[in-house]
């Protein structure tokens, strides 16, 4: 499978190489266009990011294994990220995991049969005060309960359905 950049996306990239002093600053900018336009970041999109670049494979991959944000493996259309690091712990974070993992019937690092959601523990993301938390995608939801995460899993199935025509 040939990864390229849509000529948008590459117009997005070059235009922000022109913020960096060299293209290779530019590299956590086009790994998120290109996981934006690809879903996960694969092999061929990490080898495209260094062609565009300018850069070696290996620099690419090595930012793409430092950051959670970048996915290695296609993920759901609804990617879970619990926090379980020790102020999530603390408040009741392997509660929410246990619920996520069995309203879905998945264990950490796996999607959906049918492709709509995927889980991932994660460490920290920053968000202690407001512990426990997890992430959907790009959106937070903070101060959880397993009653609150049950109304959210609820709400993403409605939204699903909704899409769906169901």
Known sequence: MDFKFTRENLDKINDAIKRYPDKQAAVMHALW?????????????MQEIAKVLEIN????????????????E?????????????????????????TVKKSLGIENMQVTADKKFSLEEVEC?????SAPMIAVNEDYYENLTVEKIE????????????????
């Open 33 to 45: 266009i290109a996981q934006a336009q690809n879903g996960w970041i694969s092999n061929e999109v």
């Open 125 to 129: 993301m920053g968000s202690c005060g």
């Open 151 to 166: 109304e959210i899993l609820k709400s993403l199935t409605l939204t699903l359905s909704k899409e769906e025509g169901v």
């Open 74 to 98: 296609p993920v759901g259309k609804y990617h879970l990220q619990v926090c379980t690091n020790v102020s999530c712990m603390l408040r009741g974070a392997y509660d929410i995991y246990e």
């Open 57 to 72: 494979p290996e620099d690419v991959l090595g930012v793409v294994t430092f950051y959670t944000m970048y996915h290695q």
